[in-house]
């Protein structure tokens, strides 16, 4: 699985477009053409992209805690797989294009930043990473308590 790390700045074009970070596009090799899966995250206000194959299995690790006969279940499941987009970048600049109300759902007007989360990236609006970002009193804090 293709392992995503560092912090890319992107504009966002006239019609809605982000250039896809060369670093990224890099290591994914022939991954790349089986594309991506975008969606909004549940916990902080920014997309969640994963290529396609990370997507797969996030999916069947949460299908595989549903039972499909359970209303709340089929409920929260319809609501898991709404509001999501599949994006492949052009071979040419790796422009990829995520649709409006995507973006809007999560403040990117014109900038945007392609965070590396290991297996996924997140994609924020540019004021909104500044923003939610710790400080280091409580990334320790918060080191502490998770790790012990």
Same mark, same amino acid.
Do not use: M, Q
């Given at each position: 699985m293709t392992i995503f790390i560092g912090e890319y700045k992107a504009k966002v074009d006239d019609k809605g477009r982000l250039i896809f970070p060369a670093?990224?596009?890099? /290591?994914c090799g022939d991954s790349l053409k089986q594309g991506f899966?975008?969606?909004?995250?549940?916990?902080?206000?920014?997309?969640e992209m994963y290529s396609y194959e990370a997507w797969e299995k996030e999916s069947e690790a949460v299908r595989s805690r549903l039972n499909q006969f359970d209303r709340d279940d089929e409920r929260f499941w319809r609501a898991y797989t709404s509001n999501r987009t599949f994006v492949v970048p052009d071979e040419k600049l790796g422009r990829i294009s995520i649709p409006k109300a995507l973006l *809007?759902?999560?403040? /990117? *007007?014109?900038?945007?930043?392609?965070?590396?989360?290991?297996?996924?990236? *997140?994609?924020w609006a540019k004021d909104s990473l500044e923003s939610a970002q710790l400080s280091d009193e409580e990334y320790v804090a918060l080191a502490e308590k998770t790790l012990g």
């Open positions: 670093a990224f596009k890099a /290591i899966v975008v969606k909004k995250t549940l916990f902080a206000n920014c997309l *809007e759902s999560v403040g /990117i *007007e014109k900038e945007a930043v392609f965070c590396g989360r290991d297996f996924k990236i *997140e994609i």
